[in-house]
């Protein structure tokens, strides 16, 4: 059983996401404002107010490049909240499902019965210094033109291409659907439609990666609330149970003997989420994937054994839209809204919840009642570490 049904989300807030404060003169929120805004939508998405979270769980996605390493604590005095239970969720872009499976632990634990889980960035309001690079990128890495995560990710996209005949095409055909979603998410950043020329034709990265593949960095705040079973019985909407979760740290991948560097630790993340939700690939309505670059979307469709490794065909007979046989991004992706540093992770949960709800309005998956959401960290992109963390989502206990 492990975690199946034991707690629930309640309450979900986004702000909107916007790029305020690269220029001279415009209006600019630090990352405590948009984090406030993102619990005040949460507490109002059910019915509660900040002083039921006296003694109860708090959850925060700790972004990489804060200054200084006391967030989740400064987070609960910006909130004005002692909590019982306090967690950073320092696992980069897994931190959101991460903390999600370890607060549901938490009730189901009986430690408490109720947690707020928010993280925010205003990467263009606070201009954060780049930090102190790890020696290996140091020495062995920028030398050689290895400059960031653009250029890996496209070493790795260059060798899938290699391995199994992709193309450009097959690629756009995730980037489109992605922004078609988009198209029809008021919250979303970039909602105007693309075709797959236009992915295509867009500017290069880092070959063979191009503008359309990568996330968009962004200010903005998330938030979601958790409860027992129970508590959840009595609040405003329709409680979203956790069914199934998965994590693995520092999966065997990259130049490690035996790994293949096309295979991350969310299959077996995946494996275990949905072993313990006790459901089938056939049974998953729609998938949230976490959507740095178009490629890590690829890879996780196929490590969580939704097609065969390099299964070029699936993507070509797949509709992967809300109308489609396998609905991905249903409201665009980070891609497509915006990736407020690590908060960026929790957009896919949210997304998640409005679907189980039945809240998509023009995007709504018909009859959607289970859900995969997927996080992936990798801390810090010069090192060999990496968090995926999986987690199974539906609208019954």
């Not at 880092?206 to 200010?219: I, Q």
């Not at 998965?246 to 991350?264: F, I, Q, T």
């Not at 969310?266 to 049974?283: F, I, N, Q, R, S």
Request: glycine letters at 14%; a neutral charge; hydrophobic letters at 40%.
């Amino acid at each position: 059983m492990g975690l199946q049904g034991k707690a629930a989300i309640v309450g979900i807030g986004e702000t909107p996401t916007d790029r305020l404060g690269s220029k001279a003169g415009e209006p600019r929120k630090s990352s405590a404002e948009y984090i406030s805004w993102a619990m005040r939508l949460a507490l109002e998405d059910t019915g509660l107010s900040l002083k039921d979270f006296q003694g109860q769980g708090l959850g925060v996605t700790v972004p990489t490049a804060y200054p200084q390493p006391f967030w989740p604590e400064e987070v609960a005095e910006i909130l004005g909240i002692t909590p019982g239970l306090l967690q950073g969720g320092a696992t980069g872009g897994a931190g959101a499902v991460s903390l999600l499976g370890g607060m549901a632990a938490a009730i189901n634990s009986g430690l408490i019965d109720l947690a707020l889980v928010c993280g925010s960035a205003a990467p263009f309001s606070e201009h954060w210094g780049g930090g102190i690079q790890p020696g290996d990128m140091r020495d062995w890495e920028i030398p050689y033109g290895t400059m960031g995560p653009n250029s890996k990710i496209a070493m790795v996209m260059r060798r899938y291409m290699h391995e199994y005949g992709a193309t450009l095409d097959h690629f756009g055909k995730i980037a489109v659907a992605g922004r078609y979603h988009a198209s029809l998410n008021p919250l979303a950043y970039l909602r105007k439609p693309i075709t797959v020329e236009d992915y295509k034709n867009s500017r290069l990265v880092a070959d063979p990666v191009r503008l359309l593949d990568c996330v968009m960095p962004a200010n903005g705040g998330r938030a979601y609330i958790l409860a027992s079973p129970e508590r959840a019985k009595t609040l405003r909407k329709k409680p979203i149970y956790l069914k199934g979760f998965g994590e693995r740290s520092n999966p065997s991948y990259g130049p490690r003997a035996g790994s293949d560097a096309l295979v991350m630790g969310v299959k077996d993340a995946g494996k275990v989420a949905m072993e313990m939700a006790g459901v089938k690939h056939h049974e998953i309505n729609f998938l949230q994937l976490y959507d740095d670059y178009i490629i890590v979307v690829y890879l996780q469709i196929e490590d969580l054994g939704f097609c065969a490794k390099g299964d070029v065909g699936f993507y070509e007979r797949t509709d992967f839209t809300f109308k489609g046989q396998l609905p991905i991004q249903t409201g665009g992706g980070m891609i497509n809204v915006g990736q407020p540093s690590t908060a960026g992770g929790t957009l896919h949960i949210i997304e998640a919840v409005r679907q189980l709800r039945g809240e998509g309005s023009e995007r709504q998956v018909p009859n959607a009642k289970l859900g995969l959401v997927s996080g992936l960290g990798v801390l810090p992109y010069g090192k060999n570490l990496g968090c995926c963390a999986v987690a199974v989502l539906g609208n019954e206990a």
